[in-house]
């Protein structure tokens, strides 16, 4: 994983207004990397797990609806 400053950085560059750490084992994560989109409501809409390739990412950008 990436250190916590980076991660703090890219999340204030996406807009983030807080990062919290959470246990994996309790989200059923079964891999790393593991992104979730979440909703304004909580709710998870996509995850993907393992490296993403570039229509992986594409798809990511779609998701959360950033330009490309």
């Not at 790393?32 to 409501?41: A, I, M």
Request: proline fraction near 4%; avoid cysteine.
């Amino acid at each position: 994983p990436k250190p916590k400053v980076d991660a703090a950085y890219s999340g204030r560059l996406a807009g983030l207004t807080r990062i919290t750490s959470v246990d994996l084992d309790a989200l059923m994560v079964r891999g790393t990397p593991t992104l979730f989109v979440v909703d304004g409501t909580g709710t998870v809409r996509f995850v993907w797990v393992g490296e993403l390739d570039f229509e992986q990412t594409r798809s990511v950008m779609d998701a959360i609806g950033a330009a490309y």
